[in-house]
C-alpha cells in the first residue's frame, strides 16, 4: 500500500489516475473502527454500536458515544472517535441554526445533507484532513424515518440498512436478509443485537458493549436510547441465535 | 496587500467631509437606538400557589392591543420539560422569544442524554439572569414571569417570579400584573403559614377560580377564558378552556345601563 500513492499521498491533490488518496485512506481509518449498524424499520430508526470495553477499569455504560440532536436525531459514528464527536458537535449547531431560522425541527434529509457537505470540505484542502469517520444519522420527522450514512469523502446515501467498520462485510450479509417494510421497531432491536452478535470474532474474544439508540414511533419521536429490558432480551436472543445455530434468523416469539 | 495598495488613500481627502452624501444623511449622528420603551400587544395577569402534593398555575387566553381585546387563543403558560410550567405575562412578542430561547435550553440539556433533567429552580435561575441581562443594557423583555414546578430528587413544590427588571423571589403564592393587588391577598389566605402542606387539590383549584373570577370582574384587560397546569411529581396536567361563573343581573339596575324606560 506504501507504495501505491507515492508523492500523490501527502496532500488533498489528484493522483495522475485521478483519485485522491487522503480521501482514500480514510477509508482505512474506518475500516478498524467499532461495528456500527443502522435499520429503518417502517416506524423508526435502530442504531447500534459495538464497543470493545479496552479496560476493566471502564465504568459500564458510562461513555455513550451515539449522541442525540435536536430532539428527532440521533447521530452514531464509527472510525477515528474524536473525529465523530466533531461532527456531533458540528450537526449540533446546524439544528439550532434550522431551528433558530425556521422555528421547526431539522428534517432528516437536510441533516444528512449538511454533514455530507461539511465532511466534504475537508476533502479540498490539503492544510485540513479528511475526516476518518462514516457518520451515520437517524431522523424521524414529518416525512417518517430515516437513515443515512455519510463517508468520509462527503458522499451520502439514504439507505434501509447499513454497517460500517470491523464487522461491515457479515453485518451487511445478516442484513440483506431483512424484511424492512414489514419490520417494526422493537423487531428491528432483537435483529439489530443479532447481527452485532454475527460479527463476533471468536479467536479475539474480548469483552463488548453494545448501545443502541432509537428513534421513531414507540419513542414519540425522541430519539433515546433503548430501555436496559428491552436491550437485555436482544441481546439474549441473540445470544440465543447465534450460538444457537447460524441459519435461524426467524425471530423468536414472545 | 501590495505596498502600491497601501499608498492609495494618502494625500485624498477624507470621503466624509469632503463629499456629503446628497440624502442629507449626518454622518456623524448618533446610532438609532432601538430597544423596547413599552409594550404593545400585552398578555395579562398570572397566578401561582403551591399546595400539598405540587403546584399549581394559571393564566387567562388573551392578548390586548392596549385597550382593544386583540387575540383570544394566545396560551401564556409553557410546558419546560416534564416537571416546570413557565406563565408570563407583558409584552407578547418578548414573551415567545422568551418560548424560543426556553426550547432551546431544553434541547440543549436533553442533548448530553446523561439522564439529568433541568429543574424548575435551574429555570427560574435562567430566566432571571436572561431578564437581569437585558436590563442593564436597558432594553427588557417586558414581561413578569412565574416558574412553577416540582423541584429536585424530593419533587419538592416550586414557585418563584421574575419580571423585567431581574427582581426575583419565591414564595408559597405568587401573581403578576393587576393580580397582585386583586389575586395575591386571597391566595395568601389559603397558603399563608404553612397552611398551603395541607390544601387540598380541589380547595387549591377553588382557590384559583376565586381569584380568576376576581380578576375577570375587576380587570378591565382580563377574559373569561384560561389554562390552568397543575404539576405533581407524576407529572403535569394541563387543563385548557376553563372559564368561572360569574353574575351580571347587577347591571340592569345600574343607571344608565341597557335603554331608558321613561
Redesign the interface.
Given at each position: 500500500m506504501s507504495s501505491i500513492g507515492t508523492g500523490y499521498d501527502l496532500g488533498l491533490f489528484f493522483s495522475p489516475d485521478g483519485r485522491l488518496f487522503q480521501a482514500e485512506y480514510a477509508y482505512k481509518a474506518v475500516e478498524n473502527g467499532s461495528t456500527c449498524i443502522g435499520i429503518k424499520c417502517k416506524d423508526g430508526v435502530i442504531l447500534a454500536l459495538e464497543k470493545v470495553v479496552t479496560s476493566k477499569l471502564l465504568k459500564p455504560r458510562a461513555n455513550?458515544r451515539i449522541?442525540?440532536?435536536?430532539?428527532h436525531v440521533g447521530i452514531a459514528t464509527t472510525g477515528f472517535i474524536p473525529d465523530g464527536m466533531h461532527i456531533l458537535k458540528r450537526a449540533?449547531d446546524e439544528a439550532?441554526a434550522w431551528?433558530?431560522n425556521y422555528?421547526s425541527a431539522i428534517p432528516g434529509s437536510v441533516m444528512a445533507d449538511r454533514i455530507g457537505n461539511y465532511v466534504q470540505l475537508f476533502t479540498c484542502y490539503s492544510s485540513v484532513r479528511p475526516f476518518g469517520v462514516m457518520s451515520f444519522v437517524a431522523a424521524y420527522d414529518d416525512q417518517g424515518p430515516h437513515l443515512y450514512m455519510i463517508e468520509p469523502n462527503g458522499v451520502y446515501w439514504g439507505y434501509n440498512g447499513i454497517s460500517a467498520g470491523k464487522g461491515r462485510q457479515i453485518a451487511r450479509n445478516e442484513l440483506e436478509k431483512l424484511d424492512f417494510s414489514t419490520l417494526k421497531m422493537k423487531d428491528a432491536v432483537k435483529e439489530a443485537a443479532r447481527v452485532i452478535y454475527a460479527t463476533h470474532d471468536e479467536e479475539h474474544n474480548k469483552d463488548h458493549e453494545i448501545e443502541m439508540t432509537w428513534v421513531g414511533e414507540e419513542t414519540n419521536g425522541i430519539h433515546?436510547?433503548v430501555p436496559d429490558e428491552l436491550l437485555q432480551e436482544a441481546e439474549a436472543y441473540a445470544r440465543r441465535t447465534v450460538e444457537g445455530g447460524e441459519d435461524e434468523d426467524v425471530p423468536m416469539n414472545e | 496587500m501590495s505596498f502600491l495598495e497601501l499608498t492609495e488613500p494618502w494625500g485624498k481627502p477624507s470621503k466624509n467631509i469632503f463629499f456629503p452624501t446628497s440624502n442629507g444623511v449626518q454622518q456623524n449622528a448618533a446610532p438609532v437606538n432601538s430597544r423596547t420603551v413599552q409594550p404593545i400587544v400585552t398578555g395579562a395577569s398570572v397566578i401561582a400557589l403551591k399546595y400539598a402534593d405540587g403546584v399549581m398555575i394559571a393564566a387567562d387566553n388573551l392578548a390586548s392591543y392596549g385597550s382593544l381585546a386583540r387575540f383570544f387563543d394566545v396560551e401564556r403558560l409553557t410546558k419546560v420539560g416534564n416537571n416546570t410550567i413557565v406563565g408570563i405575562g407583558g409584552d407578547v412578542s418578548d414573551y415567545q422569544h422568551l418560548q424560543r430561547i426556553l426550547e432551546d435550553l431544553e434541547i440543549k440539556e436533553s442533548n448530553h442524554g446523561d439522564g439529568y433533567a433541568l429543574q424548575p429552580s435551574h429555570i427560574h435561575e435562567y430566566l432571571s439572569r436572561v431578564f437581569y441581562a437585558r436590563r442593564n443594557k436597558m432594553d427588557p423583555y417586558w414581561n413578569q414571569a412565574i416558574v412553577a414546578g416540582v423541584d429536585g430528587d424530593e419533587k419538592e413544590p416550586y414557585v418563584a417570579f421574575a419580571d423585567l427588571r431581574g427582581n426575583t423571589y419565591t414564595a408559597p403564592a405568587i401573581a403578576t400584573g393587576f393580580a397582585i393587588h386583586l389575586a395575591l391577598p386571597l391566595l395568601r389566605k389559603v397558603t399563608d403559614d404553612d397552611h398551603w402542606k395541607t390544601l387540598s387539590k380541589e380547595r387549591a383549584r377553588a382557590a384559583i377560580d376565586d381569584c380568576m373570577r376576581v380578576l375577570y370582574y375587576r380587570d378591565g384587560r382580563s377574559l373569561n377564558k384560561f389554562s390552568v397546569a397543575t404539576i405533581t411529581a407524576d407529572g403535569v396536567d394541563f387543563q385548557t378552556n376553563q372559564s368561572v361563573s360569574s353574575e351580571w343581573a347587577f347591571a340592569e339596575k345600574q343607571y344608565g345601563y341597557g335603554t331608558q324606560e321613561v
Open positions: 455513550p449522541g442525540s440532536v435536536g430532539r449540533r439550532n431551528r433558530d422555528g433515546t436510547a | -
